[in-house]
Nanobody
C-alpha cells in the first residue's frame, strides 16, 4: 500500500487549500474502500498530531478541536482518494501534513498507532 499526498502550498491567513491523498495497492484482505483514513500534521519542534479521520463508510469522522468548523475530511472510494479541505487557515496550521491508512479495520480515529501506512507528507505554510 502506498500513499501519495499532494495539494500543500503557501497561502495567506484566511485562505483555503485542499489536500489530496491517493492510495494505491491493497492488503491481503482489503482495499482502499475498507480502510480507515486519517490526516496528521507535524510542525517544526512539535509532536505529530491528529487532524482528522474518516471511517471506511464515511459515516464516522473525527476532528481535532483546533480545526473543527474549518477543516473537512472526505473520501472518494472510486478514486482511492481522501481529501482534507482546509478553510480559514491560520499561521498555526503551518506544518507538514501526512495522510495515513488503517488496513486492519475501517476506523482508526486519532490514534496514530492504529495506522499501518503513511504518505510522504505535504508542506502547508500559512503566512500572516
Amino acid at each position: 500500500v502506498q500513499l501519495q499526498a499532494s495539494g500543500g502550498g503557501l497561502v495567506m491567513t484566511g485562505g483555503s487549500l485542499r489536500l489530496s491523498c491517493r492510495v494505491s495497492g491493497r492488503t491481503p484482505s482489503s482495499t482502499f474502500s475498507a480502510f480507515g483514513m486519517g490526516w496528521f500534521r507535524q510542525a517544526p519542534g512539535k509532536e505529530r498530531e491528529s487532524v482528522a479521520a474518516i471511517s471506511w463508510t464515511s459515516k464516522s469522522t473525527y476532528y481535532a478541536d483546533s480545526v473543527k468548523g474549518r477543516f473537512a475530511i472526505s473520501r472518494d472510494n472510486a478514486k482511492n482518494t481522501v481529501y482534507l479541505q482546509m478553510n480559514l487557515l491560520k499561521p498555526e496550521d503551518t506544518a507538514v501534513y501526512f495522510c495515513a491508512a488503517d488496513g486492519d479495520s475501517g476506523w482508526a480515529g486519532s490514534d496514530a498507532h492504529k495506522y499501518d501506512y503513511w504518505g510522504q507528507g505535504t508542506q502547508v505554510t500559512v503566512s500572516s
